[in-house]
């Protein structure tokens, strides 16, 4: 498939039609001489051109969308056809780069086809790639005889707009191969999600599910949200790399083509520790080279609980869990941790100040700031998320709502002793971490007027004997983490002699 810049009006494109047509024609065949290979006998070389795809796309994507706003600027601005042949070379360049890229998605599909066999969504995205690429060139065709024989340009703008629209469509099943099915509305305001048509959510953050233990269920409050965070993009319905899905606890034991993810009992055993601990240059490490890898505390988790049994109901207080177990999972965002502070008594409906203040500030830290549940203005904030990028300056943003908040997340935040005044105004505070900061000794005397605290996190800071010893005085405290510290084992006694109900961690 040739062509010029642009085309003599009397000179008819019969030979550019010819080839264009052999083209056409080598499209429509491709999907039946090459259905049923088997991926792993194709030669390196298909994979490697193949993986050029994602880059090849968005040719002719920004080609054609291009010609689409210039058609569009033509039949409402004041510009005329005279200048018909102006985006034939443009329609040419497309329509050439479109074919090369259905070519190389060919070669991504069945160079993976263990990744996409039986995904529909791979599927339609691949008929809709070559549909394109078919109504590019017969787009290209038409401009180009539209221009010979100087006639409307009707046709060729239909042949345009479909074409756009069939693009449309592959582009967004080709995202949502890449990046799962709600990449682009996950976090889309209720207004607009009502609009869409898709159901209404509530930024509710995840409760530990009531036992008759009251502790959190292992796989669910801990081992899912750790699959979740580094696993599940590449492991869920419409998205399974390796026929493996990591999205259910059912799942994670039927596996993928290579077998069972878990293998009870033995974590050596498992396939997923297996492929995470494999050296982080091998090709089959997971998480995949530029993806998060997981943290060494998260692994020691996955493995205990494999060890343990894996069973997907247990709850934390079902084991005998060890302390360097318990030290890893203090590690953990608050909403998979063991620190979970009592439900917030006599909590109100927020009111709509509330919620407008929450609202503007989750502009400032997405996905940080949560009510407690749908019907309680209690609050819980996570930095989670931003970590070092979190600071002393950030907390005080947060002023408004320190009345309301419960749980208070600062693990591995640029937060310092400067913060302690403000942090003693969170009354209602049951829960904080601040695990990994700068604090010391000097914050504690703030943090005694916090009467309703009941998990104090202060794992890898600067506090010493003198600071903890001073905690005695908070007889409601349940649970408090010296992982780390300079705090001497007899400090340490000493308070647990003085606080006998208190549970303290200490990672040995």
């Not at 994979?47 to 880059?55: S, V």
């Not at 239909?158 to 799962?180: I, K, Q, Y």
């Not at 993009?233 to 990591?246: S, Y």
């Not at 943090?447 to 009941?454: D, G, Q, R, V």
């Amino acid at each position: 498939m040739t062509g010029p810049d642009s085309i003599p009006r009397k000179r008819k494109p019969w030979v550019l039609t010819f080839f264009s047509l052999i083209t056409i024609a080598g499209l429509i065949a491709t999907p039946f001489l090459t259905e049923g290979l088997d991926g792993e006998k194709l030669p390196d070389i298909v994979r490697f051109f193949g993986h050029f795809h994602p880059a090849l796309l968005h040719l002719p994507i920004g080609v054609f969308s291009l010609i689409l706003i210039q058609e569009i600027g033509t039949i409402f601005g004041k510009q005329r056809d005279e200048n018909k042949s102006n985006s034939l070379f443009p329609l040419f360049f497309g329509a050439v780069s479109a074919v090369v890229a259905v070519i190389a998605g060919f070669m991504l599909y069945h160079g993976l086809s263990g990744d996409y066999a039986n995904n529909e969504i791979a599927a339609r995205h691949l008929w809709g790639g070559l549909i394109f690429a078919i109504a590019a060139i017969l787009t290209y065709i038409i401009k180009a005889w539209t221009v010979s024989i100087s006639g409307n340009l009707a046709f060729y703008r239909l042949f345009l707009f479909s074409s756009v629209a069939v693009m449309a469509f592959a582009s967004h099943d080709g995202a949502t191969l890449t990046h799962g099915e709600d990449y682009l509305t996950k976090y889309a305001p209720q207004s607009i999600r009502k609009i869409l048509g898709l159901h209404q959510t509530t930024p509710v953050r995840p409760t530990v599910p009531t036992t008759s233990s009251a502790s959190p269920i292992v796989y669910t409050d801990i081992i899912a949200p750790i699959l979740e965070r580094r696993c599940v993009q590449c492991h869920k319905e419409g998205k399974a790399k390796g026929k493996l899905r990591m999205d259910t606890f059912e799942m994670l034991v039927i596996g993928g083509k290579d077998g069972p993810a878990i293998e009870a009992g033995s974590s050596a055993k498992s396939l997923i520790i297996q492929r995470i601990e494999l050296p982080m240059d091998d090709e089959d490490h997971m998480p995949p080279e530029g993806k998060p890898d997981i943290e060494e505390h998260e692994v020691a988790i996955i493995k205990w609980w494999i060890d343990s049994g894996a069973d997907p109901k247990k709850t934390l207080a079902d084991y005998e869990i060890p302390a360097a177990i318990t030290a890893s999972i203090s590690k953990l965002p608050a909403t998979a941790s063991i620190e979970k502070p009592s439900p917030a008594s006599n909590s109100p409906t927020p009111d709509a100040n509330l919620q407008a203040t929450v609202a503007e500030l989750s502009k400032v830290f997405p996905s940080a700031l949560t009510f407690e549940s749908q019907h309680s203005s209690s609050l819980e904030f996570t930095a989670a998320a931003l970590r070092e990028k979190f600071s002393d300056a950030d907390l005080v943003k947060l002023e408004k709502i320190f009345p309301h908040l419960i749980t208070l997340d600062l693990t591995a935040t640029k937060v310092t002793d400067k913060s302690s005044s403000l942090i003693a105004t969170a009354e209602q505070l049951r829960m904080i971490r601040l695990s990994e900061t700068e604090v010391s000794d000097a914050i504690i005397d703030d943090l005694l007027k916090l009467t309703k605290l009941e998990s104090l996190n202060l794992y890898g800071t600067k506090v010493t004997d003198a600071g903890i010893s001073k905690l005695a005085a908070m007889s409601q405290l349940k649970r408090l983490y010296l992982w780390q510290t300079a705090v001497t084992p007899e400090a340490i006694k000493s308070l647990k002699e003085m606080l006998p109900d208190l549970e303290i961690v200490t990672g040995s």
